[in-house]
């Protein structure tokens, strides 16, 4: 099982310019989520999905879009990238959104937005 | 209000040593789960230990146990026989249940920093 991986591992972009990050998982979990991670800070939730054509908004959700057309991937867009959006980001899945289920992280994508 | 906090932004330790790392949070729900990750500096981030606020022992694998203290509301990591490759960042996170449980998301907390000295 490769688990959660994510595509592509870095990428440099420049303002305004789109792109999208793949989040596939093989472990046949429910819930995937996006999240960010920025210099001396923790994680925070971008969005989340629930299931196969569900999404919803975490709490920084402002300049992304995700899409989960399919149980295993699930997609994260940035429609006109700013500076601000220059981060880590990791995509994580799980069995369920219980309280005690463990959340799997993929390898992380590396942005830079200049 | 933040609802996990962890005081260290950096911790040494000897190798062979045990190493404490801190970690306090904050919820009004009865049900939640305390989780432990390590991301070395390859950015992975890989789960290490989760403790249920129902369960009535500490959590432990291996060398990682969770010192659970649930009216200090504190979950802290120990780490015993600090290795080398123990170096690395290390979060708390917690995932609240009931209505706070919001599909299931991690809080985290900013990380301790830990680096194991030969």
């Known amino acids: 099982n490769a688990g959660v991986t994510q595509t592509p591992k870095f990428r440099v972009l420049k303002t305004g310019q789109s792109m999208t990050l793949l989040c596939a998982q093989d472990?046949?979990?429910?819930?995937m989520y996006w999240y960010r991670q920025d210099p001396g800070m923790g994680l925070r939730l971008i969005h989340y999905?629930?299931?196969?054509?569900?999404?919803a908004k975490g709490e920084v959700p402002d300049g992304y879009n995700v899409s989960r057309l399919k149980k295993q991937n699930f997609l994260l867009g940035l429609e006109s990238a700013a500076p601000s959006q220059t981060s880590v980001y990791f995509c994580?899945?799980?069995?369920?959104?219980?309280?005690?289920?463990?959340?799997?992280f993929g390898p992380g994508t590396r942005l830079t937005v200049l | 209000a933040q609802k996990i906090t962890q005081t260290q932004p950096g911790m040494f330790v000897q190798e062979k040593e045990a190493v404490t790392l801190d970690c306090t949070y904050d919820?009004?729900?009865?049900?939640?789960?305390l989780f432990w990750y390590k991301q070395p500096s390859s950015g992975e981030m890989i789960f290490l230990i989760y403790?249920?606020?129902?369960?009535?022992q500490n959590a432990t694998e291996g060398r990682y146990s969770l010192n659970f203290q649930k009216a200090r509301k504190s979950a802290n990591l120990v780490i015993s026989a600090s290795q080398l490759g123990d170096s690395a960042m290390y979060f708390c996170?917690?995932?609240?249940?009931?209505?706070?449980?919001?599909?299931?998301?991690?809080?985290f907390g900013q990380g301790t920093e830990l680096s194991v000295k030969p």
């Open positions: 472990m046949n979990h429910e819930y």
């Open positions: 999905s629930v299931g196969e054509g569900t999404t």
């Open positions: 919820t009004s729900d009865p049900s939640y789960g």
């Open positions: 994580a899945s799980s069995y369920s959104g219980g309280h005690g289920e463990t959340q799997y």
């Open positions: 403790q249920g606020s129902y369960d009535q």
């Open positions: 996170a917690m995932r609240e249940g009931g209505i706070y449980n919001q599909g299931g998301k991690l809080i």
